[in-house]
């Protein structure tokens, strides 16, 4: 059985990048203990965390906690941050070596499947010290951006969270070949307007009013990308208007 290191970034006195109210290191957290659920439900592994609650841990023992479980794979969950706001999408950085650059390939590829961000690749390098001081193949997953608004309002929801968890588990089945219980990623339909998350609900409002979406805002069917684009669409407009 697969023994998987989780690695919730940041935690503690260092919150990671931050945008307002929201700081990195809870994301990470929610992510990573999502994962641990669909590795040990879906994939049978064995997870072990460096963190499982907001503390500081150093890069350092970060790497101790993986090296000292013999693990077999070391995940970095991390948000990304950028000066320029319209920055997005979600990247898998590994070590420069092969297990780790194909691991971060497959994950790379169901994260995109999965979610629908904007696919920024696949990024070896060397100079991370939680990458190129573990003893087993390590990818970070940046899983978006914390400074763009859609990523922002996309990462808040819960829904969201799974579809990246579910995704990482599913590319580690796969660069392993381990068949898995449920191949769906999850895909919450939304049929009223009372269900629909916060920050689509007053999009969808204006569509529905507008006829641009057929239906009362009773009898929808609406899924989480649908969702996106009625919000990305509708701030487009404003912005010609204003």
């Known amino acids: 059985m697969y023994k998987i290191c989780i690695d919730p970034g ?8 931050v945008n307002g109210k929201y700081q990195e290191k809870n ?3 929610d992510i990573a203990q999502k994962l641990a659920f669909f590795l040990e439900s879906e994939g049978g592994f064995k997870t072990t965390f460096t963190r499982t609650e ?10 101790k906690i993986a090296n000292q479980s013999k693990c077999d794979f070391f995940i970095s969950i991390h948000i990304n941050s950028a000066r320029d706001p319209s920055a997005n999408g979600i990247e898998t950085l590994c070590y420069e070596e092969f297990q780790s650059k194909n691991l971060a390939k497959y994950i790379q590829r169901t994260l995109i499947s999965a979610t629908g961000a904007r696919d920024r690749g696949v990024s ?9 001081s573990t ?11 914390i400074s763009n608004q859609d990523d922002l309002d996309w990462l808040m929801e819960d829904n969201y969270q799974n579809k990246i968890a579910v995704a990482i588990t599913l590319g580690i089945c796969d660069y392993l070949q381990i068949p898995t219980k449920n ?10 307007i009372d269900e629909i998350p916060e920050y689509a609900k007053e999009s969808v409002k204006k569509m529905c009013e507008q006829g641009a979406i ?3 805002g ?3 069917d609406l899924s989480e990308d649908m969702l996106r684009l009625i919000v990305i669409f509708d701030r487009y407009l404003n912005k010609k208007v204003n």
């Open 10 to 17: 940041h935690g503690g006195k260092d919150p990671g990048a």
């Open 27 to 29: 994301f990470n957290l």
């Open 54 to 63: 907001d503390v500081y841990v150093s890069l350092d023992d970060r790497c």
């Open 124 to 132: 070896p390098t060397n100079m991370l010290y939680v990458l190129n």
């Open 135 to 145: 003893k087993m193949p390590a990818v970070l997953v940046e899983a978006g951006f």
């Open 183 to 192: 191949r769906v990623i999850l895909d919450k339909r939304y049929r009223k």
């Open 214 to 216: 057929k239906g009362n």
């Open 218 to 220: 009773d009898d929808l």
